[in-house]
């Protein structure tokens, strides 16, 4: 069996989403927000057992797009490695995935944490990001998305 058959839940995620990063400080102060597309995939040339690609857009005209790659590992887990973050997620029931990963060029004790909850109907979902430095939380990122394509 493959990463679709053993994740069913990821497979549930492929296609295209849109939607809006919110950054906040532990307050709750907003410090950024940016539009998102995101395309999930599993691509059948073998290479990769999953391929996600981000694009961002700030009001200012800026972009950004960055690329992640993912190895299926066996039992429902699935890992990445780029040149800028490493780390490995699985689901957690049948709605919730797990990702836990660190920015590659930042401080070596900072982790991240999300959860991302999938709609009963597959066609929205709800992401945040927990930002822990030293065992506290700096920001976190609030993520809400559609799916735009299937």
């Not at 950004?64 to 699935?78: A, D, S, V």
């Amino acid at each position: 069996m493959g990463i679709k058959e053993e994740m069913p839940l990821l497979a549930r995620h492929e296609g295209v989403w849109e939607g809006t990063y919110t950054y906040v400080d532990p307050d709750g102060k907003i410090i950024d927000s940016h539009r998102s597309r995101l395309t999930c995939a599993f691509p059948e040339d073998g290479e990769w057992d999953y391929h996600q690609t981000n694009v961002y857009t700030w009001d200012d005209g800026k972009t950004e797009e960055h690329r992640f790659p993912g190895t299926y590992l066996g039992g429902g887990r699935c890992a990445f490695d780029t040149e800028r973050i490493k780390g490995e997620f699985w689901g957690v029931d049948d709605s919730a995935i797990y990702l836990s990963w660190i920015y590659k060029e930042l401080e070596a004790d900072l982790q991240l944490f999300e959860l991302i909850v999938l709609s009963e109907d597959g066609n929205t979902r709800n992401r945040v990001w927990q930002w822990i430095k030293g065992g506290t939380c700096i920001q976190r990122t609030l993520i809400n998305e559609k799916r735009v394509l299937a």
